[in-house]
């Protein structure tokens, strides 16, 4: 059995139903994206797929409900809705775009 020469790491604790672990970090740990809570002004793609028909343009209002554009994934057509009353900020898509998971479709102000 081999010894491995000791490292000074930083460590981290855990509680978990009261008990306090400490472990080391894993590489995997250390280079995850930190987290951001999901802006509501921002619609984003559920699941990558084609962007098949936009039904908006920049400076448009629409209300909560409204029909933003259509992707087709997986042979099914999924029309996305307005979740709010507001402007369009930005369309960051046209039609026959391929778009991935997360992607961001339309901006409101």
């Known amino acids: 059995m081999k010894k491995r020469k000791s490292q000074k790491k930083d460590t981290l604790s855990l509680v978990v139903d009261d008990v306090v672990y400490t472990t080391y970090p894993n590489k995997k740990y250390q280079q995850r994206k930190p987290y951001a809570p999901l802006n509501p002004k921002i619609i984003t793609s559920f699941m990558p797929g084609n962007i098949q028909k936009v039904f908006v343009k920049k400076g448009q209002k629409v209300k909560e409900g409204s029909e933003l554009c259509v ?12 979740p ?3 402007t369009i900020k930005r369309v960051n898509i046209q039609e026959g ?4 998971k997360n ?7």
């Not at 992707?71 to 307005?82: F, Q, T």
């Not at 992607?103 to 102000?109: A, C, D, G, I, S």
């Open 84 to 86: 709010a009353d507001g």
């Open 97 to 100: 775009d391929i778009v991935s």
């Open 71 to 82: 992707l087709e994934a997986m042979k099914m057509k999924n029309v996305i809705l307005s």
């Open 103 to 109: 992607h961001p479709l339309v901006e409101l102000q």
